[in-house]
């Protein structure tokens, strides 16, 4: 079954270009549209692991409103056991 393509110009840089030319010369891909296909997959892979990380936040911050007041906080002591927290790290 051949696989649907859409033909589009694309403009690079020259540092882009030529590494794409490298890439191809090498023989680590085949053409510089693969060149392409590849850089849109790995674009796709780091969006989409950024909107589930964002979902995730979102999920946690329902959470935390869901869970109700955690009291008086004093911010003195919220950043001392920040920083602590930060330097075991």
Do not use: C, N
């Not at 030319?21 to 796709?44: F, P």
Request: aromatic share 4%; glycine share 4%.
């Amino acid at each position: 079954m051949a696989t649907r393509v859409e033909k589009t110009t694309v403009v690079l840089t020259p540092e882009h270009a030529s590494a794409m030319r490298s890439a191809v010369a090498s023989g680590a891909y085949a053409t510089q549209s693969e060149v392409v296909r590849d850089a849109m997959r790995l674009w796709q892979e780091r969006e989409a692991k950024k909107q589930a990380a964002l979902d995730r936040l979102r999920q946690l911050w329902d959470e935390g409103i869901a869970s109700g007041s955690a009291g008086e906080l004093d911010i003195e002591t919220v950043i001392k056991r920040a920083s602590e927290a930060l330097k075991k790290e």
